[in-house]
């Protein structure tokens, strides 16, 4: 068995897990995480071990899911919910105008941040899930959440003056 076949046996289900929490859809889910590791495969030689495998592996995921999205000219799955109640940025999603401009600002966010809200929102990942793929703290994953959804708000808050 190669070294890519053991990070394949590895990470596919948690891959596929994590888009379908994103994609409601069970082919949809399949294919990106098919795509996924076939474009990690393609890249492994730029794998600097900087963050872990699953991480990497979720980010080249969620990208090639944003990428599908783009294609289809929808920018958010009409299912998608937020987990976590918060109100304003459930209405924020639910209006697919606001929703371009959540993703924009999203877009703009540094990391961890960018990363941590995404698979909060969209990959509806607990805390602790959280803070296992990045190797720390469930109260580091709770505050990097917190502080991203915060400087959401307030840049949507300064494009509006």
Known sequence: MTEFEKIYDQHFREVYAFILSMSRNEKLAEEI???TFFKAL???DGFKEQCKMSVWLCQIAK???FTHLSKQ???VP???VESSGDAVMERLMENREEAMRVH???HS???PYKEVFTLRIFGELSFRDIS???GKTESWARVTYHRARQKIQDRLKEEDV
């Open 73 to 75: 000219k929808r920018l």
């Open 33 to 35: 995480t098919q795509e």
């Open 109 to 111: 966010l540094q990391d």
């Open 63 to 65: 990208n090639t899911y």
């Open 78 to 80: 009409e299912e998608v």
């Open 132 to 134: 296992g793929l990045f």
């Open 42 to 44: 393609k890249a492994i």
């Open 104 to 106: 924009k600002v999203l």
